[in-house]
């Protein structure tokens, strides 16, 4: 099989200007990507043995590489849009073409801000809230995780774990309300098993996606190593899907939010949801104008978070990703 | 591998954190060992007699005596907010309106009102509720709305006031489009006139006057009989009446002082924040506590009330059971009327 793969690396003119029909058949494949400079795209074996000349039409890739964009212009350009609707927020409401009623002024939101800072509200609400979002993410995320992994690796898995947690994603968690209430009564148990199922099903999803789409041959490569079961898992499968795995995280967190909404409606004395509802109750346009300020912020702090955790547990990427 | 076993430890660091957080946070679940009552109670806010009760620990203090202890729990906006939590027994005692509490009665018969506040019949009171348009709208009277949309709570307030406004002005009901919303997103589709009209009742009423809706009519000028109530759930009656009794004298007394220094009662805990009134607000808050009526215990005269607001629900498919007004009324000062007696029990 050898003798014939390198065979082929040897007749540029055929692999080169026909690489799709020479790369399909079968096992053949893999023998030829792994063969050193072939590379997946026999092209660039080629123009770098036979050089640019002895080929017309083809030229030398350009070098993707890991190239940067100017950082204060990359700064710039991100916080440009969200600058954009702030300055017409401001302008509109202070040259009074925003009603009061309809949309707070900046300046109103600020002062609702301070108030709430003043009297320590606002860390013991953000306080309040992360622990049951955090609480609530890591229960449910680590089950999500568990389940996505199991139903990827194993065919068993996948048919014990699969089909209820397709139709679990059909239920809209918030339908569950009542029925947690009766379960768990109004207390911490019920927002955290709340959030909990909330976040279980995104990071469930995207795993089973990126557990499946782990290359196999890695893991062939691996089984090989002698590593099997809990270890295959953790070396090599979960952090071939860590990209999926930190998206599904993004996506619980976000929803644990909404899930935090939903839980401190019912019986909560402190919490950023709770204050949706304090604000609605007691009509303050204001402080509703700040949730979704604190909603937004907490949108950024989530995505800077995995953004860092992404850079730290998969230096790898860089040099992977298109872009 | 590292970072698994890290990922682990936090996890299990947390979830026995969260273990920890739960039975202190939710305390709820663990009775006082079983020997005395435990009136549960939803968060009292930021003003009032329950409010001012909890913070300088009257009812703690007043309970211990006959052997009962509080729980505050968490805040509801109304009655029917807080009625999962009353199913669940995680608030025990409640005060309310009798319209929402005929419509819990008639689905799960579990609670019973033991008190009744007359409503304020002093012309010099301030209004506390009101079908308000706003003012360039063509609604005059109550006979104008017809084939109009106007905003109520549901099986609330808001909704017994307009059928009975309708009743009195002869304007059959079908006629009117009821749209249900909560008094917070009424406000909303007022303001932005989805809705002609809207019967802003409590908190909403003040708000959208001072944005100069015009008021048609208020419920002072009906034979208005949903009545400020109190209940509690079956099995604290039962067993403790005599620690409900004590509730309803704190909430007697206290709501007695409060008419003579109203401004005690408000902004108990924080005067800032969105919870603290100031201003026309707290001006209006004040001059409402003035003329409050103090809260007494129910009669059997108190069935007329419950049978005409139920009846009027019942009669415009609001509520589709009757309601006995023997079996949601609870007299307490009969029951509990000697603590040796209520000790015996």
């Not at chain 1, 996506?251 to 609605?280: K, M, N, R």
């Not at chain 2, 300088?56 to 052997?67: C, D, F, Y």
């Not at chain 2, 409060?258 to 005067?271: Q, S």
């Not at chain 2, 924040?273 to 707290?282: D, I, N, W």
């Given at each position: 099989?050898?003798?014939?793969?390198?065979?082929?690396?040897?007749?540029?003119?055929?692999?080169?200007?026909?690489?799709?029909?020479?790369?399909?058949?079968?096992?053949?494949?893999?023998?030829?990507?792994?063969?050193?400079?072939?590379?997946?795209?026999?092209?660039?074996?080629?123009?770098?043995?036979?050089?640019?000349?002895?080929?017309?039409?083809?030229?030398?890739?350009?070098?993707?590489?890991?190239?940067?964009?100017?950082?204060?212009?990359?700064?710039?350009?991100?916080?440009?849009?969200?600058?954009?609707?702030?300055?017409?927020?401001?302008?509109?409401?202070?040259?009074?073409?925003?009603?009061?009623?309809?949309?707070?002024?900046?300046?109103?939101?600020?002062?609702?801000?301070?108030?709430?800072?003043?009297?320590?509200?606002?860390?013991?609400?953000?306080?309040?809230?992360?622990?049951?979002?955090?609480?609530?993410?890591?229960?449910?995320?680590?089950?999500?995780?568990?389940?996505?992994?199991?139903?990827?690796?194993?065919?068993?898995?996948?048919?014990?774990?699969?089909?209820?947690?397709?139709?679990?994603?059909?239920?809209?968690?918030?339908?569950?309300?009542?029925?947690?209430?009766?379960?768990?009564?109004?207390?911490?148990?019920?927002?955290?098993?709340?959030?909990?199922?909330?976040?279980?099903?995104?990071?469930?999803?995207?795993?089973?996606?990126?557990?499946?789409?782990?290359?196999?041959?890695?893991?062939?490569?691996?089984?090989?190593?002698?590593?099997?079961?809990?270890?295959?898992?953790?070396?090599?499968?979960?952090?071939?899907?860590?990209?999926?795995?930190?998206?599904?995280?993004?996506?619980?967190?976000?929803?644990?939010?909404?899930?935090?909404?939903?839980?401190?409606?019912?019986?909560?004395?402190?919490?950023?949801?709770?204050?949706?509802?304090?604000?609605?109750?007691?009509?303050?346009?204001?402080?509703?104008?700040?949730?979704?300020?604190?909603?937004?912020?907490?949108?950024?702090?989530?995505?800077?978070?995995?953004?860092?955790?992404?850079?730290?547990?998969?230096?790898?990427?860089?040099?992977?990703?298109?872009? | 591998?590292?970072?698994?076993?890290?990922?682990?430890?936090?996890?299990?660091?947390?979830?026995?954190?969260?273990?920890?957080?739960?039975?202190?946070?939710?305390?709820?679940?663990?009775?006082?060992?079983?020997?005395?009552?435990?009136?549960?109670?939803?968060?009292?806010?930021?003003?009032?007699p329950?409010?001012?009760?909890?913070?300088?620990?009257?009812?703690?203090?007043?309970?211990?005596?006959?052997?009962?202890?509080?729980?505050?729990?968490?805040?509801?906006?109304?009655?029917?907010?807080?009625?999962?939590?009353?199913?669940?027994?995680?608030?025990?005692v409640l005060a309310g309106?009798i319209?929402?509490a005929?419509?819990?009665?008639?689905?799960?018969?579990?609670i019973k009102i033991f008190s009744v506040t007359d409503p304020?019949?002093?012309?010099?009171?301030?209004?506390?509720?009101?079908?308000?348009?706003?003012?360039?709208?063509?609604?005059?009277?109550?006979?104008?709305?017809?084939?109009?949309?106007?905003?109520?709570?549901?099986?609330?307030?808001?909704?017994?006031?307009?059928?009975?406004?309708?009743?009195?002005?002869?304007?059959?009901?079908?006629?009117?489009?009821?749209?249900?919303?909560?008094?917070?997103?009424?406000?909303?589709?007022?303001?932005?006139?989805?809705?002609?009209?809207?019967?802003?009742?409590?908190?909403?009423?003040?708000?959208?006057?001072?944005?100069?809706?015009?008021?048609?009519?208020?419920?002072?000028?009906?034979?208005?009989?949903?009545l400020t109530i109190a209940a509690a759930?079956?099995?604290l009656l039962d067993?403790h009446p005599e620690a409900v009794r004590v509730y309803l004298d704190v909430l007697r007394e206290l709501t007695e002082?409060?008419?003579?220094?109203?401004?005690?009662?408000?902004?108990?805990?924080?005067?800032?924040?969105?919870?603290?009134?100031?201003?026309?607000?707290?001006?209006?808050?004040?001059?409402?506590?003035?003329?409050?009526n103090i809260p007494r215990y129910v009669t059997k005269d108190d069935g007329v009330n419950i049978?005409?607001?139920?009846?009027?629900?019942?009669?415009?498919?609001?509520?589709?059971?009757?309601?006995?007004p023997a079996?949601v009324l609870f007299d307490l000062k009969a029951v509990a009327g000697s603590p040796?007696a209520a000790?015996?029990?």
């Amino acid at each position: 099989m050898i003798a014939v793969t390198l065979e082929r690396v040897h007749a540029p003119d055929e692999t080169a200007n026909r690489p799709g029909t020479e790369a399909l058949p079968g096992s053949e494949v893999s023998e030829t990507a792994t063969q050193p400079g072939s590379g997946a795209f026999p092209g660039a074996g080629v123009s770098e043995r036979t050089g640019p000349g002895a080929l017309s039409g083809l030229e030398v890739p350009r070098y993707l590489g890991s190239r940067r964009r100017p950082p204060l212009l990359s700064a710039g350009v991100r916080i440009g849009v969200p600058l954009l609707l702030l300055i017409a927020w401001w302008y509109g409401s202070s040259s009074g073409r925003i009603p009061p009623d309809v949309l707070a002024a900046p300046s109103s939101v600020l002062d609702a801000l301070r108030e709430l800072a003043a009297t320590g509200q606002l860390a013991e609400y953000l306080l309040a809230s992360a622990q049951r979002a955090g609480l609530g993410v890591l229960v449910g995320g680590g089950i999500g995780l568990l389940l996505g992994v199991a139903a990827g690796i194993s065919a068993l898995g996948e048919e014990l774990v699969d089909p209820t947690m397709q139709m679990m994603r059909a239920v809209p968690f918030l339908a569950l309300v009542p029925l947690f209430i009766s379960w768990f009564g109004v207390g911490e148990t019920f927002k955290i098993v709340l959030i909990a199922v909330s976040a279980a099903i995104p990071m469930y999803a995207y795993t089973y996606l990126g557990v499946r789409n782990v290359d196999r041959k890695v893991v062939e490569a691996a089984r090989g190593f002698g590593l099997r079961g809990h270890r295959l898992a953790l070396g090599v499968v979960i952090p071939s899907a860590l990209p999926s795995i930190l998206m599904a995280l993004r996506i619980s967190l976000s929803v644990s939010l909404t899930g935090l909404i939903a839980a401190e409606q019912i019986g909560a004395t402190e919490g950023i949801g709770y204050l949706v509802t304090l604000a609605q109750q007691y009509f303050r346009i204001d402080y509703m104008v700040l949730c979704i300020l604190i909603y937004a912020v907490l949108g950024l702090v989530f995505d800077a978070a995995i953004r860092l955790v992404e850079r730290l547990a998969m230096p790898w990427r860089g040099h992977v990703v298109a872009r | 591998m590292r970072v698994a076993v890290a990922i682990l430890a936090i996890s299990l660091a947390g979830l026995t954190a969260a273990c920890g957080t739960s039975s202190a946070a939710g305390g709820g679940s663990s009775s006082s060992g079983g020997t005395g009552a435990v009136l549960k109670l939803q968060d009292p806010g930021n003003a009032g007699p329950l409010a001012y009760a909890k913070r300088e620990g009257i009812l703690e203090k007043r309970l211990k005596a006959v052997g009962a202890s509080v729980e505050w729990g968490g805040s509801y906006a109304s009655f029917t907010a807080a009625i999962d939590a009353v199913h669940s027994g995680s608030v025990n005692v409640l005060a309310g309106a009798i319209s929402p509490a005929v419509g819990y009665l008639a689905n799960s018969p579990d609670i019973k009102i033991f008190s009744v506040t007359d409503p304020i019949t002093d012309p010099a009171a301030p209004q506390t509720d009101g079908l308000v348009v706003w003012p360039d709208s063509p609604i005059k009277s109550v006979k104008d709305l017809a084939g109009k949309q106007v905003a109520v709570n549901k099986g609330g307030k808001g909704e017994y006031l307009l059928l009975l406004a309708l009743e009195k002005a002869g304007v059959p009901v079908d006629q009117v489009k009821r749209v249900y919303l909560n008094p917070d997103q009424g406000a909303s589709a007022f303001a932005t006139r989805k809705v002609d009209a809207w019967w802003a009742i409590v908190r909403a009423y003040p708000e959208v006057v001072a944005k100069g809706a015009r008021v048609i009519v208020h419920g002072r000028d009906l034979n208005d009989q949903d009545l400020t109530i109190a209940a509690a759930r079956d099995e604290l009656l039962d067993k403790h009446p005599e620690a409900v009794r004590v509730y309803l004298d704190v909430l007697r007394e206290l709501t007695e002082e409060a008419k003579k220094t109203p401004e005690k009662f408000e902004n108990v805990f924080l005067d800032q924040g969105p919870t603290a009134v100031t201003g026309a607000r707290l001006a209006q808050d004040i001059a409402t506590a003035r003329y409050a009526n103090i809260p007494r215990y129910v009669t059997k005269d108190d069935g007329v009330n419950i049978e005409q607001v139920a009846g009027l629900f019942r009669k415009y498919g609001v509520l589709s059971g009757a309601i006995d007004p023997a079996d949601v009324l609870f007299d307490l000062k009969a029951v509990a009327g000697s603590p040796s007696a209520a000790a015996s029990r």
